[in-house]
């Protein structure tokens, strides 16, 4: 509601602005016949006023939300994945899983130790990203670094887990994970955010009961143990 009223406003700005509209013009002012200003300019005047007091704050925010990427949308109801693919295969958990490139060599199963790069998605946001593993990079060299943990030892999420199960070294997959096997039940559980923005867009959709906490996770293993 509050990206709603940001954008209401800052629509609402553009075409005054483009209009060339200035609260101490004069030709604007029309007076009634003793010389008062209106009742009807004096709401345009207070509207106008309040409008313009608020760009600073309006405008920020704007630029700084997170984009929405209109390909997630769909897949948030779990219907149809992105540009009209083939349909995800359903596990029996209710994860969902499409893969984008098999990879090749020993599979993922229960007791394996994976290395994983990867991307995390809020699709009741529409996409927004909430965790990347080129976000954890202490070097600052801009490779970031893979995801390490043991399939069954209680680290990852359930859901991933299972999703990644049948995998190779360098397969590429799209895991769908809904809330009774990800962060609805286990918040803890890794993938954790790396940054506060990333951590924020989780907890929004984590800590608020109402939203869908289904996540999307894009997934590339890079090694297999």
Do not use: W
Request: net charge positive; proline share 8%; with cysteine.
């Amino acid at each position: 509601m509050k990206l709603i009223s940001v954008c209401t406003a800052a629509a609402l700005l553009a075409p005054r602005a483009a209009e060339g509209l200035s609260l101490d013009a004069p030709s604007r002012h029309r007076r009634t016949s003793d010389g008062d200003v209106s009742s009807t300019d004096r709401r345009s005047i207070l509207q106008r006023a309040s409008l313009m007091a608020a760009a600073p704050f309006l405008l920020p925010a704007i630029a700084n939300a997170a984009p929405a990427d209109a390909q997630f949308a769909e897949v948030g109801q779990q219907e149809r994945p992105p540009n009209g693919e083939s349909p995800f295969s359903t596990l029996s958990n209710g994860v969902q899983i499409k893969d984008f490139r098999v990879g090749s060599g020993a599979s993922v199963k229960p007791g394996s130790k994976v290395e994983l790069t990867m991307k995390g998605r809020l699709l009741n946001l529409n996409g927004v990203i909430f965790y990347d593993t080129k976000s954890n990079d202490p070097n600052g060299f801009g490779e970031g670094t893979p995801l390490l943990f043991t399939l069954g030892d209680g680290t990852a999420l359930p859901g991933l887990e299972s999703g990644l199960e049948g995998m190779s070294k360098g397969g590429i997959r799209r895991i769908i994970v809904p809330a009774e096997v990800g962060y609805g039940k286990y918040p803890g559980l890794e993938p954790q955010p790396f940054t506060e923005m990333e951590k924020r867009a989780l907890d929004s959709v984590v800590k608020n009961p109402r939203r869908d906490q289904t996540v999307l996770f894009d997934v590339k293993v890079e090694r297999v143990r």
